[in-house]
């Protein structure tokens, strides 16, 4: 499983989308590079939860991942308050095995 992008939060924020009676909710990520970034989540075929990022980097396409297996992202999101979120992520992730070839 690839771990590249650390430090999930989960933010809500009231007023989303320029109405005030609205409630949005973002996910951002820590990159590899140290920056802190609004991440994007997709849901593979195979049960994975893909969370990432893409950006440009002197012309060449840099895409980050992190993925977590149907499990782990059921225990994430069943997080009682934001705490518990960063938490829950951060156990699972750091507990990986770290490995430049991780995949």
């Known amino acids: 499983m690839r771990s590249d992008i650390t430090y999930l939060q989960n933010v809500g924020k009231f007023g989303a989308y320029g109405d005030v009676n609205s409630f949005g909710s973002w996910l951002y990520g820590k990159r590899p590079d140290g ?56 156990v699972i992730l750091f507990t990986r095995p770290r490995s430049a070839e991780a995949k």
Not at 45 to 74: A, H, K, M, N, P
């Open 35 to 90: 920056r802190t970034v609004p991440v994007k989540r997709r849901f593979l075929d195979d049960g994975i939860v893909e969370i990432y990022s893409e950006t440009e980097v002197d012309g060449e396409f840099i895409r980050y991942v992190t993925q977590f297996t149907s499990d782990e992202w059921l225990t994430i999101c069943l997080s009682k308050n934001e705490e518990e979120f960063r938490r829950k992520v951060n």
